[in-house]
């Protein structure tokens, strides 16, 4: 059986609806093809296909087929609710916890999380994660809730860097001047996981600016300019200032059991009213315990 979002607009001008679809609302062939095999479109109450005119003012309802992956074992896992509406979920995801589910069996991780959230709301259990977040990276992450949300939002942020922000910890002065960090990034030679600085790797740019700095540990914030895999982590690694706690790129912490990286912000332009958005997470616990530690100042949760 299956299970619906419901995306709702009106008509600007005449155009028939695969016009209206494929031209002002950017729906990708593949995913049109998706609707025609599997959804409905209704026009002012009734199934219509592509082919038929509308007029302006006509109201339009998509209905999307959603399903949740079958590997997918809805578990509870608590988290805290940032947005949410019939188009997407944005998420303040605790650390450690995973974003998808990992090879032990069992293992708490978000996918399975939402899918538990949305079950207990009686709501259409699917999960599209927009980008990702390291296991031990706090912080905001969206979730799609149907194909297209999803679709959108990844077509925004590949259009649109430096939408996200990050604040961290690191070892170290940084100083007062802001940077930018430019180095290529690649996955090291003898490594699948780890990554390095290195001319033959991709394209990488990380904007840094310092908050607040101590002899030897400095509050930063951070803007991603592209989406490499452990991006800040390998800047700021090659940069001489390491996250504080991240044992893969520096060495572990007394002040945080964790790599020191918390999604802080994230702006975005809403996938189907097309606003502009902009959401915040405040520091988790255990980073503001490490700041104070630290003997920095705790921001309040409006300057995060």
Request: hydrophobic share 35%.
């Amino acid at each position: 059986m299956n299970s619906y979002r419901f995306i709702h607009w009106k008509a600007s001008s005449p155009k028939t609806v695969h016009d209206f679809l494929l031209h002002e609302k950017k729906i990708s062939s593949g995913f049109k093809r998706k609707i025609k095999r599997e959804g409905l479109v209704i026009v002012n109450g009734r199934p219509s296909p592509l082919r038929k005119k509308v007029n302006t003012g006509d109201l339009i309802l998509v209905c999307v087929p959603v399903k949740a992956p079958e590997v997918f074992v809805p578990a509870f896992y608590p988290f805290d609710v940032l947005y949410e509406d019939e188009h997407l979920l944005v998420i303040n995801k605790p650390a450690p916890l995973l974003t998808m589910p990992g090879r032990k069996e069992g293992e708490p991780n978000l996918a399975e999380a939402v899918l538990y959230y949305l079950q207990q709301k009686n709501q259409p259990q699917s999960f599209h994660a927009v980008s990702r977040l390291d296991r031990e990276t706090s912080g905001v992450i969206i979730i799609a809730l149907h194909a297209y949300a999803h679709e959108r939002l990844s077509h925004y942020f590949d259009q649109n860097p430096g939408s996200k922000t990050y604040q961290a910890l690191v070892q170290g002065n940084t100083g007062s001047a802001d940077e930018v960090m430019t180095g290529r990034i690649r996955v090291k030679t003898d490594s699948i996981v780890t990554r390095e600085i290195h001319e033959e790797g991709k394209p990488a740019r990380t904007a840094r600016k310092t908050i607040e700095a101590k002899e030897d540990v400095s509050f930063i914030e951070l803007v991603l300019h592209s989406g490499r895999t452990h991006q800040i982590r390998v800047h700021m690694q090659a940069a001489g200032h390491p996250l504080l706690g991240d044992t893969l790129y520096g060495e572990s912490s007394s002040l945080i059991n964790r790599q020191a990286l918390h999604a802080s912000r994230i702006d975005f332009e809403h996938p189907v009213t097309m606003k502009p958005m902009s959401v915040s997470a405040s520091l988790p616990e255990d980073f503001r315990y490490a700041l104070t530690q630290a003997g920095l100042t705790e921001p309040y949760p409006n300057d995060n």
